[in-house]
């Protein structure tokens, strides 16, 4: 069985052989490990893949350059403050309602290339028709995407945070418009990918703080869950799986997520609650467990890190399918965490992601 | 009937209505009530939407909705405040370099202000040595660090190495507050506080000022 078939069959729950692991390592990590982490990598080809040695460039963070900045299609800005780290929006186009009368939203096909968020396209359109048609040749997963913040955070890069917060109370027709812009981009985006045969569209939006979702969930259905519905309605009817990855606790939404149709659900262990996951969610959508990168991973030991994910995985796997495993080790976690988490997830019968090795985020 | 009035001022605020806050603070002038017991009333209404949050029946959305309203009724009362209010203390706020992150900073910056604390806002991306400036300069007591990226967070300890520096540890306290904020920076970065939400944060606060006198 290859990756592929081993990945569908987890999120269509038809019994696969291993659990689906990915370990994608922050760029200032990178930079922090050089050698060491590749050869951690080549330690575990069974998580990491057919990793080439010499294929990651140690110092390089593209545009996530600390002083870059960065104009979106949408007039957005973005600071970049660290190196490696997605930046900051500081400049927002529609902070005045007024505005938006004259408001010309962009065309993503008009672009070089499927959008980033914060960066020009890694890759022209022609790059990404025949990335997919290499990967459906030779039977690995082919996915599509729309730029990580799609809807509900490119409304506040938009607005500006504290406007937004104020239009989820005040509601007016202006939010609701606006709304209908991002789904209408969105859409011409998600239709260019599902002509070009994919089997899954990647979704992320962060909906959640720390400790409870960023709005009321009532106003959240109300005014996002139907235009998630739509966009993901439109993949859903071709047959296309709907992965979506959410940052911060969104238990109070995520069945609403599920019932909209997202088929992959990539969300926070520790945030959500690992015994609120399996209660609500275990079963009923394939869950990409986003593992702790914010307290076990980068300040615990390396016993800490392996208990955490023996018991993650024990309460959510099931031999039907339903669960994968992501993690992004970001500063400042140790190298010997790293290797802890690998050996974890080996002797939980983990297992490559994709067929192309993943190892940067 | 000034009773009633103030009652309903304080439940438009709890209720976020806006219009509501606005058309009731005209009416509490007119009927000549006591401009600090207005004051009082709407600084209750904060406190009760700090107990809706922790609850978790509001959200950040309300807490920022809330700390604009309350924006707006303060600037109709300052003038009218007979003699200058007493502070309740004095802060430093700023979120620490390498983070531009600033709707913690100003949820907590309105809460502080309700609660009658004069606030000295340094921004964001702000250096350590910044804060002590200030601190020095104002005399204030108490500095507040804001920070949502873990990968700053290590930039907290900075703030107190310059006040030791500065040889003022001994009177000015810290407190980090934001998603990045975790206990254990107490112990190894000698910060006096980490919280994770404005509502806890603003209790410690009012905490050190009552014990200190203004801060």
Redesign the interface.
């Known amino acids: 069985m290859n990756a592929r078939e081993n990945y569908l069959r987890t999120v269509e729950f038809r019994e696969p052989q291993w659990i689906p692991c990915g370990v994608s390592i922050s760029p ?1 990590l990178w930079r922090i490990y050089r050698e060491r982490l590749e050869e951690l990598i080549l330690r575990h080809p069974s998580i990491f893949g057919d990793y080439k040695k010499g294929s990651v460039d140690f110092n390089r963070f593209d545009v996530r350059c600390k002083g870059d900045i960065y104009k979106d299609e949408w007039g957005c800005v973005w ?1 970049h ?2 190196d490696g ?1 997605v930046g ?1 929006v ?1 400049t927002h186009p529609l902070e005045d309602w007024k505005i938006l009368e004259s408001y010309e939203p962009p065309d993503p096909l008009k672009l070089k290339g499927p959008p980033q968020p914060d960066s020009p396209p890694v890759e022209t359109w022609d790059q990404a028709r025949r990335r997919v048609k290499e990967d459906r040749k030779n039977k690995r997963l082919a996915c599509g995407y729309v730029p990580h913040s799609f809807l509900f955070q490119r409304v506040y890069y938009l607005r500006g ?2 406007n937004f ?2 239009d ?2 005040t509601q007016t027709g202006n939010l609701k418009r606006l709304i209908d812009i991002i789904v209408d981009y969105n859409l011409r985006l998600i239709r260019w990918w599902l002509e070009n045969d994919v089997d899954v569209m990647i979704f992320g939006d962060d909906l959640g ?8 969930p009532e ?1 959240f259905r109300k005014l996002f869950i139907p235009a998630y519905a739509e966009i993901f309605k439109a993949c859903r009817e071709s047959g296309v799986h709907v992965y979506f990855h959410s940052d911060g606790h969104i238990m109070e939404i995520a069945e609403d997520l599920v019932k909209s149709g997202v088929s992959i659900l990539n969300l926070q262990d520790l945030v959500n609650g690992i015994d609120n996951i399996r209660r609500n969610l275990r079963g009923k959508v394939c869950i990409d467990l986003d593992m702790d990168r ?2 076990i991973l ?2 615990g030991t390396p016993m800490e890190v392996r208990r955490h994910v023996h018991r993650a995985i024990s309460a959510l796997h099931s031999p039907k399918g339903g669960l994968m495993i992501q993690v992004y080790p ?3 976690t140790p190298l010997e965490n790293i290797e802890a988490l690998c050996q974890a997830l080996e002797e939980a019968r983990g297992g490559i992601k994709f067929d192309k090795p993943n190892v940067i985020w | 009937m000034g009773c009633k009035v103030l009652d309903s001022l304080k439940e438009a605020l709890v209720q ?1 209505d806006a219009a509501k806050v606005e058309e009731l603070l005209q009416e509490s002038l007119s009927s000549h009530l006591d401009p600090m017991e207005i004051l009082n009333a709407l600084r209750s209404g904060m406190e009760e939407i700090g107990r809706l949050f922790e609850n ?1 029946e ?5 807490l ?2 809330a700390g ?1 309203i309350m924006k707006g009724a303060l600037e109709v009362l300052k003038p009218r405040l007979k003699t200058e209010r007493e502070s309740t203390g004095r802060i430093v706020l700023g979120t620490i370099i ?4 600033d ?1 913690g900073k ?1 949820i907590i910056k309105s809460l502080l202000i309700s609660a009658g604390f004069e606030v000295y806002d340094l921004g964001v ?1 702000v250096p350590p040595e910044k804060f002590v400036e200030k601190a020095l300069e104002t005399g204030a007591g108490i500095i507040g660090v804001s920070a949502l ?4 967070i ?1 930039n907290t300890a900075d703030v107190v190495k310059a006040l030791e520096k500065a040889g003022i540890r001994d009177r000015v306290k810290v407190i980090v507050g934001g ?1 990045a904020a ?1 206990q ?1 920076m107490i112990e190894k970065y000698g910060v006096d506080a980490a919280v ?2 404005a509502v806890r944060g603003l209790e410690i606060i009012k905490e050190w000022a009552k014990k200190n006198g203004t801060a």
């Not at chain 1, 703080?209 to 009321?216: G, V």
Request: glycine residues 4%.
């Open positions: 200032v600071h403050v660290q780290l900051q500081k945070f504290k917060l104020i989820t109370i703080t720390q400790t409870r979702l960023t709005i009321n106003t914010q307290k980068p300040f970001c500063s400042p | 976020l978790g509001y959200f950040v959305s309300e920022v909705m604009e390498g983070d531009l992150h709707i100003e991306d990226l873990s990968t700053s290590a998603a975790r254990w994770n939400d």
